[in-house]
């Protein structure tokens, strides 16, 4: 089940260090404070998020598999689409509050008025 968040980066964990290819998923994880939640079976107060580590992506960096320091820094607010790691996923560690994000291009969207009222207008129809 998808979750959709409005969330402040914490912590940005450090980054496996290899790229994601189409058969194997590297990631980074990212802890958030959750500010709201949109949708979603349970409340958080905080969640963990494993951001997908694609070559080209617009919110990796260029020369090297991590996460984006322009996008991803303490304090900056995301609206997260998120699907929630269970324990059919290749993760090491399956904890309640670890969420997935599997392209960050379409998951990821900077948090502001004007996309916050639209998801909200969304979610009411």
Do not use: M, R
Not at 36 to 49: A, H, L, N, P, Q
Not at 51 to 77: C, M, N, R, W
Not at 82 to 97: G, L
Not at 100 to 107: I, N
């Amino acid at each position: 089940n998808p979750y959709i968040f409005e969330a402040e980066i914490v912590e940005i964990y450090e980054s496996s260090e290899v790229w994601s290819e189409s058969a194997i998923f590297n990631y980074q994880k990212v802890k958030y404070k959750v500010n709201k939640t949109f949708k979603g079976e349970e409340k958080f107060d905080e969640i963990e998020v494993a951001h997908a580590i694609y070559k080209g992506s617009p919110l990796v960096e260029k020369d090297k598999p991590k996460l984006s320091s322009t996008f991803f820094y303490k304090g900056q607010k995301y609206i997260l689409l998120v699907e929630q790691i269970d324990s059919k996923n290749q993760f090491y560690s399956i904890n309640q509050n670890e969420f997935v994000v599997t392209d960050s291009e379409c998951y990821v969207l900077t948090a502001n008025k004007e996309i916050i009222d639209n998801i909200e207008n969304l979610l009411k129809k």
